[in-house]
Every structure is written in structure tokens, then in C-alpha cells.
């Protein structure tokens, strides 16, 4: 009962409640970080689409760090500050797959209104 009580005191003081992460000197909103999130999203489906190297080369991380005003480290300690929060991730994230369900919903009915249209126009 001694060695347990001794092992149990010892985890104990051995854990560092002060490990967690400080809030990074530039903060990003959570409204901004879920508009960061969104663009790098449609930026990477947008490279997987491109087959040549040209291509790809033209979408990169840099225009989204240019367009915030931002560069990958600020970015990376954000998420590591709101990886703290999963309830708040979560809500961002929630956020993002909403936004991107509503752009394939209108990609998809131009699409259709599209094919409608050449089928009229065929007839």
C-alpha cells in the first residue's frame, strides 16, 4: 500500500499542469482561422485537380500567407493554441465542412443548370 501511494505521489508531481500552450503573439481570430483553414482546404483540392507540375506550382501556400498577412509559423502556433480547444476546434472545423458543402451545392446546380441548358440548345 506504501509503494503505491509512493508511486501515485510521484505521478503526480511529475506531471506539468504549466505545459499548456500560451496564447501566440499573433493571434488569429477563430473567424479568421476558419477562414485561413477554408481557402488552404480549397487550395489543396485545387492542386490535386492539376496533373503538371506548371500547374500545381501556381497554387501554393503562399498566396493564402500573402492574402492574411500571416506565414506558416504564425499559422502553425495558432492551430497548436486552438488544438488546446477541441470544442472550439470542432466549431471551426463544423464551420469550414458547412461552407465547403454549400460550394459543392452550387457547383453542382450551375452544373446542372448547365447540362439543361445543352440540352435544350441540342434539341
Do not use: H, W
Amino acid at each position: 500500500m506504501k509503494k503505491a501511494l509512493v508511486i501515485i505521489g510521484f505521478l503526480l508531481l511529475s506531471c506539468d499542469t504549466n505545459s499548456s500552450i500560451t496564447k501566440p503573439d499573433v493571434f488569429l481570430s477563430s473567424e479568421k482561422m476558419e477562414n485561413i483553414l477554408y481557402d488552404l482546404t480549397l487550395l489543396k483540392a485545387i492542386k490535386t485537380s492539376y496533373n503538371d507540375q506548371e500547374g500545381k506550382a501556381l497554387f501554393n501556400d503562399a498566396y493564402i500567407f500573402r492574402k492574411y498577412n500571416i506565414d506558416s509559423t504564425i499559422l502553425a502556433q495558432n492551430q497548436l493554441y486552438y488544438a488546446q480547444s477541441p470544442k472550439e476546434s470542432m466549431v471551426i472545423y463544423k464551420r469550414i465542412e458547412q461552407r465547403l458543402k454549400k460550394a459543392k451545392d452550387s457547383i453542382n446546380a450551375l452544373l446542372r443548370q448547365e447540362k439543361e441548358m445543352k440540352e435544350l440548345s441540342a434539341e
